[in-house]
């Protein structure tokens, strides 16, 4: 998996007002200088783009609204310049039947049969979307956005829209899975590598501790999925 928009916070000890320490990296410095510093000392495929003291109640995690993954796939003749991004599917993929079995996947429901189960934890989520295109080369992106994911889901989508696409299940079958509210087995997971979280999107400053707060509870399902 690759990371384009990650986002994290980490607690860090004030910093006293001497030369001594000044001198280090540290948030007193200039925010521009500590990127530059902190990115001169990470390996090659780890970049920090931004760095800036979090608003008050800030959770890098919990205080998320949406996370956004994008998936690609080449079902044609593959680029191997771009092997470490991208699936290469051996058989042609029907998107519109893609797109169609996405559509039926969205809103908030318990996504049991796309997740690794995890003790204690919730597989109730609310997809926003799951929509593929191709782009002006012939390639395909899995586009999906959710509140939060639980393991694997990401990947489990997409291998179920590939199944989809490939002829060997009908447009309502990941809908149908859905349904039975347990893991499946007949539910393949895509490879890692053609995944990239794209973006995070965060409330505003003031609604961040709440947010939090709300994440952090065990979610139900109150009704039938909607």
Known sequence: MHARGQVAHADVPGVPDSRAEVSRPGLSQDPATL???????LPRDVRIFRVEPAPAGFDARFSALARRYAYRVADGPPDPLRRRDTLFWPRRLDDAAMREAGADLLGEHDFAAFCKAREGATTVRRLLRFDWSRDADGVLTAWVDADAFCHSMVRALVGAGLAVGDGRRPAGWPA???RRGARDSSVHVAPAHGLT?????YPPNAELAARAALTRRVRVLDGPAH
């Open 197 to 201: 979280l794209i973006g995070v999107d």
């Open 35 to 41: 990127v530059r510093r902190l990115n001169g000392v």
């Open 176 to 178: 149908e899975v859905l």
